[in-house]
């Protein structure tokens, strides 16, 4: 069976707050034929780490990473790693992911009123404004 997870499942299995629920998430990845992530899910699960579990950006990234090497996981792939190439710029996963996807959707310049976003896209060599 092709299970899709979501957050929840993504949390439980890279933290260890609640033994029985990670135990049953790695049971049923361990049981599927294939699990299917979607980016949004993987975006959920980073703001999560860093804002309830206080994971660093390293630690998020190390998280991400595991999913990664799961064989049987299906994912964009291209846009993970752009999330995960933002995350280790000292940027932020979810923002790497949503710049990939719109420069796929034919988008040119990243327009935030985030600073920090901002300089990290500009850092990277990509067009960005940051609106005040």
């Known amino acids: 069976m092709t299970i899709i997870v979501d957050t929840n499942l993504l949390v439980?299995?890279?933290?260890?707050?609640n033994p029985h629920q990670r135990r049953?998430?790695?049971?049923?990845?361990?049981?599927?034929?294939?699990?299917?992530?979607?980016?949004?899910?993987?975006c959920e699960m980073a703001w999560?780490?860093?804002?309830?579990?206080?994971?660093?950006k390293a630690e998020i990234g190390e998280a991400i990473q595991k999913l990664c090497e799961i064989?049987?996981?299906?994912?964009d792939r291209s846009a993970v790693e752009a999330g995960l190439d933002a995350l280790q710029a000292g940027g932020d996963f979810a923002?790497?992911?949503?710049?990939?996807?719109?420069?796929?959707l034919g988008g040119e310049i990243f327009v935030s009123f985030d600073k920090k976003a901002v300089a990290a896209v500009s850092q990277r060599g990509m067009k960005a404004e940051l609106l005040v």
């Open 12 to 17: 439980r299995m890279a933290v260890d707050d």
């Open 48 to 56: 999560v780490l860093r804002q309830r579990y206080a994971f660093s």
């Open 71 to 75: 064989e049987k996981v299906v994912m």
């Open 95 to 104: 923002d790497g992911v949503v710049l990939y996807e719109g420069q796929c």
């Open 24 to 42: 049953a998430a790695a049971k049923t990845v361990a049981e599927a034929d294939a699990v299917v992530i979607s980016c949004h899910s993987i």
